[in-house]
């Protein structure tokens, strides 16, 4: 029997469902691929991640569940322009896991690939197939909890609707602040900065305000009233250290720092902007944002390894 109640978060990571990926809920010519793709071999040591793969998977019911609730609007009104019409589909799902039992456990494995430098996992389990079947495309993603209880590693699956059910990430933010506030091994000077930071504030603010001169890295906006200190690789998935580094912050005027946190955009090495195929193109020139732009990293070598992880875990492509 499982105890959650008993598990303790080591480590997250995400990753987006695209339309490959899925079966019926489709809104491209993508074949369906049972293998996901959940980043670069560069950016992160997914066999550490994974324990080599001696590890179950979980999915919880209650999980599935939140997860339809909140997809059942575009189940119903389908907004992204489905090949298949899979407005009498939701009820259909929402019976089967009604069905399931609270916690299911799962094999995981690594599919192996010419091109090394992408990793993959995959699962013949039908808990795996029904995700699979129920996830949306784009607007979805899949957060992976590495956890442990009672010395045994279990990696949790649960899926998500962008900005509608991001409900798990405050859940992670929570535990890792009560962790970091009971640490003993921790002053508590430094404790208040790695909180504020997660809010790119404090100590770590004045860092970030400090490389970038003051001005935004897009735009060379220098009003500091509305410039945001925000992390490269994101506050929950790095440790204390990586939270209070200089070289992983970014000053970004407020639209340009929701779009890279949300993924919409990255930036090469040189400085130039990536688009995420995941944001509307229209929206993008809506805004005057094209391919074009150049950033102001003022790149250095321990940067580039946090920009790496941006490109490869939190830019959608």
């Keep these: 029997m499982i105890d959650l109640k008993r598990a303790k978060i080591i480590s997250v990571a995400r990753t987006n469902i695209p339309d490959c990926f899925v079966l019926k809920n489709k809104i491209g010519s993508a074949h369906g691929e049972a293998k996901l793709y959940v980043g670069g071999t560069s950016s992160r040591n997914w066999d550490d ?105 279990y990696i949790l699956f649960r899926p998500y609707i962008n900005d509608i059910g991001n409900i798990y990430e405050n859940e992670i933010v929570d535990y890792q602040v009560e962790e970091i506030k009971s640490s003993i091994s921790i002053d508590e000077t430094t404790k208040t900065q790695i909180i504020q930071a997660r809010k790119g504030q404090g100590k770590y603010r004045e860092l970030i305000l400090d490389k970038f001169n003051g001005q935004c890295a897009v735009t060379g906006v220098n009003d500091s009233r509305i410039l945001i200190a925000s992390h490269i690789k994101p506050w929950t998935d790095s440790n204390n250290e990586e939270r209070m580094s200089r070289e992983n912050g970014i000053l970004l005027s407020p639209t340009f720092d929701k779009l890279f946190d949300k993924g919409f955009i990255s930036f090469k090495n040189n400085g130039q902007i990536l688009l995420s195929d995941y944001f509307d193109e229209r929206n993008f020139s809506r805004l005057r944002i094209d391919d074009r732009i150049i950033c102001k990293l003022y790149l250095t070598t321990e940067m580039q390894t946090y920009l790496d992880y941006h490109r490869d875990i939190v830019f959608k492509h």
């Design 49 to 153: 991640f994974f324990n080599n793969f001696d590890i179950q998977g979980i999915i919880l019911k209650s999980d599935i569940m939140t997860y339809l609730d909140l997809a059942k609007d575009e189940y119903e009104n389908q907004t992204q322009g489905y090949r298949n019409d899979i407005s009498g589909d939701w009820l259909k799902y929402y019976d089967i896991a009604s069905k399931f039992d609270d916690v299911i456990s799962f094999s995981i494995t690594h599919k192996d690939y010419t091109n090394m430098s992408r990793y993959y996992i995959n699962s013949s389990s039908s808990v795996y197939a029904f995700l699979r079947q129920i996830c949306l495309p784009v607007m979805t993603t899949l957060l992976l909890e590495k956890i442990v209880i009672d010395g045994r590693h």
